[in-house]
């Protein structure tokens, strides 16, 4: 019942973020979407390269989509870390944040953390990260760190954006519960 009404729950808000997305573009992309968003601007000093040419590629776009759609609509975790990785773009926050979403889901911690931190050494300010590391430091019984998290959220979302709802309720559950968000 509790996960039906989470699916219940996710796809009202994907419909939400769908139908008033030109109005929050740069929100949705902040906080993670079917859509990744562009690097952030690096240092005319370092030698990199142009990080953003496939982000507007319509190629580029529908594969990420159809990987978004393997974890979201699908569940089937697997197939969108192939997905995500024949991307060859685990420099972009979104890419790297859905892997390491993806590994957390499939129990394989160690692969996720390191796709978390990947995505925000690409974009310390990627508000799914954020949220989804702090799932992650809760799962791992680090409810300090998983605060830390939640702070960071707050900090840049605020807190009545979703992804400080889900860290925050996630963290009033009782320790010890066994319960994997």
Do not use: C
């Amino acid at each position: 019942m509790k996960k039906s009404a989470i699916r219940i729950a996710t796809l009202a808000l994907f419909s939400m973020a769908v139908a008033s997305g030109p109005l929050l573009l740069s929100k949705a992309y902040a906080a993670g979407s079917d859509t990744p968003s562009s690097p952030p601007a690096s240092d005319s000093s370092k030698k990199k390269k142009d990080k953003s040419s496939s982000i507007e590629d319509p190629k580029f776009l529908a594969a990420y989509r159809t990987a978004y759609t393997s974890i979201y609509d699908r569940g089937d975790y697997a197939t969108a870390i192939e997905q995500l990785k024949a991307l060859n773009r685990e420099d972009v926050a979104d890419v790297a944040n859905l892997i390491g979403y993806s590994y957390r889901k499939l129990g394989n911690y160690q692969a996720s953390k390191q796709y978390y931190e990947q995505a925000l050494a690409d974009d310390p300010n990627h508000v799914r990260t954020w949220q989804y590391y702090g799932l992650w430091q809760l799962e791992q019984g680090n409810r300090e760190q998983a605060k830390y998290h939640l702070d960071k959220v707050a900090q840049l979302a605020g807190t009545n954006s979703t992804e400080y709802r889900s860290l925050a309720d996630a963290l009033e559950k009782q320790p010890g519960t066994g319960l994997v968000y």
